[in-house]
């Protein structure tokens, strides 16, 4: 359940960069009905390891989407198989509507899926200047984070861990993801740190951005996200309002036990 941060609702205020897409009137219209991802029935593994059984889940645009489950309960093979990095062995995969089981990740990528692995996707040995530049629209994005500003001329392996994570999330956004995948937003991270990059979120999804982000800290996120969906060995066991859980710790740790 992670160390309980301050939580801290779903502020913002941070100023808005121009890197992520606004909702056009017609999409905000849509963004109810269709889903930016849809699972069906999706079951997937490792070589002829099943892992994932029977999965339904579906991610509106605008919408932060918590997984939650103990260690092993399959949060991250769900994400690298909605992302592409794994092929489902049955169950359907919507992308934007259209069904993907069979599309690669940099087809995914095209049509806007943006994945953050627990590994942090830096470029070491470039400065946080350089590795913006890399992408349209990094420029602004590093006005996400006033630390990435002040560290602009530093190469990205002597980052510290968060400013790491930072510039990884600050990369993905410049890309103007419409679908956000995070895995492990802020493992081995300080809480400060932590509740900004979950801030971020919430105010990327505010822009009409799809999110899931699985993160150890139960509070924090689900602080920040508008549903949770509940992972345990390979199945999701309960899908339920953000707030429900908020409120409920206890009982999200009991459900992780049973
Ligand atoms: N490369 C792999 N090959 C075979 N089995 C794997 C592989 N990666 C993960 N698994 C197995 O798949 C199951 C789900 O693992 P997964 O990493 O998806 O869970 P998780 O919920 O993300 O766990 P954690 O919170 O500990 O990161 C586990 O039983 C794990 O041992």
Redesign the pocket.
């Known amino acids: 359940m992670g160390d309980g941060g301050p939580g801290g609702g779903r502020s913002g205020g941070h100023g808005g960069v121009s890197t992520v897409p606004e909702k056009s009137p017609a999409e905000s219209e849509q963004s109810g009905p269709s889903a930016a991802i849809e699972a069906r029935g999706l079951s997937a593994g490792?070589g002829r390891?099943p892992?994932l059984r029977d999965i339904d889940l579906e991610v509106r645009p605008g919408e932060v989407v918590a997984l939650l489950?103990p260690?092993?309960?399959?949060?991250?093979?769900l994400l690298r198989t909605l992302a592409g990095y794994s092929r489902p062995t049955s169950g359907e995969i919507r992308l934007f509507g259209e069904p993907c089981n069979r599309v690669p990740v940099y087809r995914r990528a095209r049509r806007g899926v943006s994945f953050m692995g627990e590994e942090r996707h830096v470029f070491p040995g470039l400065t946080v200047r350089q590795s913006l530049r890399l992408v349209r629209g990094g420029a602004e994005s590093i006005e996400l984070f006033p630390t990435l500003a002040d560290r602009s001329r530093h190469r990205a392996a002597l980052l510290s861990g968060g400013e790491q994570q930072m510039l990884a999330l600050a990369l993905a956004l410049a890309r103007a993801p419409r679908l956000l995948l995070i895995d492990?937003l802020s493992l081995g991270l300080a809480p400060l740190v932590r509740e900004r990059l979950l801030d971020t979120v919430r105010e990327t999804a505010d822009r009409g951005v799809a999110v899931v982000v699985?993160e150890q800290n139960a509070r924090s996120v689900l602080s920040r996200a508008d549903r949770a969906y509940v992972?345990r060995r390979?199945e999701i066991v309960d899908e339920s309002p953000a707030s429900r859980w908020l409120t409920d710790l206890d009982g999200l740790a009991a459900l992780y036990l049973s």
């Open positions: 490792y390891v892992v489950g260690n092993g309960a399959g949060k991250t093979t492990e699985v992972m390979g």
